[in-house]
């Protein structure tokens, strides 16, 4: 193991990395710090967010420039304008003995005119999103024409979020000659496609394997029925009190729906996804920042930028439509040295990508049972031990410890211990005394088959299919928005070429029969009938002719029509935690 000396950096570079405290290079650094100073050529580095990648290269380009001159000598693209403020951040912590240095960020959201200011001042390092850097180049704002370093950082999150057309035109503004260093996390075809026509000859190093997720996190699964995955997540937070966490949704709207909850609840919960401003985004992300919010609940795009270190949990709500994904989420978790668990909640439906995940992070998974009410007791209680163990003593209390003992007088310690515990956990215990076991057997159990054959649900037929493009999962989302359900409310979502069936439970029949009479979806008729087989797809009931696209002129209340999301989101008024009145609050941290 090396130490930062032994890379070769400078000592206005050394100075800043005491610092910082650290006290010796990551992995990613040893390899891409020696190459980066030693040689002008190119590099493609698979690395994880986390692993101390912006200093690999971020100290040799604050080696190699010129701090003397005002030219613009390097450029490094990055996804979000959360992960360019952070690299912008470090990169002055990390120049903060080279005199003269500028580094200057630049990114949309904020005034284009003053960043365009900043940049003439003279930045010698310029960090930027794709979108916000080519606005600026077609305006002439800036000049990268004689930058001699260009770093793509998170590229396969660029090129996943569209930037592709943006990077390519930046890169065409500046010099043939230049070195281009390219860090992803994870490596498909179109990351591959970019070092293949944009860079020469690049030298590869790779930290863990490809796509592999570091191996200081823990990944864990819990087979739970789908309808019981809030009531899980819940007893997952509940069994590990000081969880500080990104919790993840598939949907903006789950996202949203799972905060609502989760605060609801009592829990210091926060929603982060593209609905809100940009301001209400910042605010989440300060206070989950200073752990005033212990579960973040977001979207993986939102999620992009989430730059905090000590995250204990990341929770897999839903598992993501791409697979490769889930590396992403995991890396939110077991950054900077530490250890983290990444936890999925999977139904029986689901459970089979868990195989498929573990090919891909070359990692096994745990299977897990969601913790049962008396161990959520004991863990809280425990945890409330060691809390009031490490107090330490406010003695503006003495002046009241005379009248406190006269109250006890007659009380012996263990009494009074057991007293002023149940404060606490007589709230837990009755919460959960009655708390059912919520695990599900991958071979049997409840599950959705068992809510489907217990005559409480009704199948439909719907005339839509693979053909249209869907499959279970984004069907499910299209009824559940249109028809503005809970993430479990529509089940048994099964998608054959040119229809398919679902299930809801009887009660919402109506509304559903109700809601597709004359519905129109980009222009076509979507036919919604009661089928006759209520769990494995086939027969309709009747046999008229129901061609797919068919207007249904015979059912009442044909006038109403209505268009995609026309309709607000149902805010849910449910309380979530079953019939008791109390729900257990977190305390704040
Ligand atoms: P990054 O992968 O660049 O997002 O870095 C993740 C975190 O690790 C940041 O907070 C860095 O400040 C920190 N970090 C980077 N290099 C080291 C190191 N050698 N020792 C300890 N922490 C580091």
Redesign the pocket.
Known sequence: MSTFQDLGLNNDLLQAITD???????EV?EKAIPILLGSEGDLVALAQ???????AFGFPMLEKIDVNSKTTQGLILSPTRELCL?ITN?MKLYGKYCKGLNVVAVYGGSSISEQARDVKRGAQIIVATPGRMKDMISRRMVDISKIQYSVLDEADEMLNMGFKEDITNILSHTPDDKSTWLFSATMPREVSAIAKNFMHDPQEITVGNKNESTSNVSHEYYLVNARDRYQSLKRLADANPDIFSVIFCRTKRDTQKVAEKLIEDGYNAGALHGDLSQNQRDLVMNAFRKNQIQMLVATDVAARGI?V?DVTHVINYQLPDEIETYTHRSGRTG???KTGVSMVIVSKSEVRKIKSIERIIKRKFEKKDIPDGMEICEVQLMSLANKINNTEINHEIDKYLSSINELFEDTSKDELIKKFFSVEFTRFYDYYKKAKNLNVSADGGRDDSERVSNSKSTRYFINVGSKDGYDWMTLKDFLKDQLQLGQDDVFKVEVKDSFSFFNTENELKEKVIDFFTDFKNNGRFVNVEVSENRGGGGKRRGDRNRGSGRRRDDRKGGGKRRSEGASKPRRSNSNSGGSNAFKPRRSRR
């Not at 910082?20 to 990551?26: I, Q």
């Open positions: 910082l405290g650290f006290t010796k290079p990551s650094q967010t986390g692993t101390g990648k912006t200093a952070q470090e730059d270190d950054r900077a040295g």
